[in-house]
């Protein structure tokens, strides 16, 4: 299960790495980068591709979640169960 979420955060980047995120006030630390991809989109109307990574972070518990990228800003798209 999954809950989609699709909002705005802010990340933090060391060495090319997503090392935390920022959603709600909150910061969570990014434990371990499962994995990554990226999905395509409507270019021809000024889309930008979505760069997806799925991580382990951790705020008060460990969680897995799946952010991305679109252009330059980032987005928490959901929490997996």
Do not use: C, T
């Not at 920022?22 to 969570?28: A, D, E």
């Not at 999905?39 to 760069?51: F, L, M, Q, V």
């Not at 705020?59 to 169960?81: C, M, P, R, T, V």
């Amino acid at each position: 299960m999954s809950r989609l979420v699709n909002e705005p955060i802010i990340v933090h980047i060391s060495d090319s790495i997503v090392r935390a995120f920022i959603w709600h006030r909150r910061n969570y630390r990014v434990l371990n980068v499962l994995s990554s991809w990226s999905e395509g989109s409507k270019w021809w109307e000024g889309e930008p591709i979505k760069h997806f990574i799925r991580v382990i972070a951790n705020n008060k518990y460990d969680g897995i979640y799946e952010l991305y990228q679109a252009g330059k800003k980032w987005f928490l798209h959901s929490i997996l169960d």
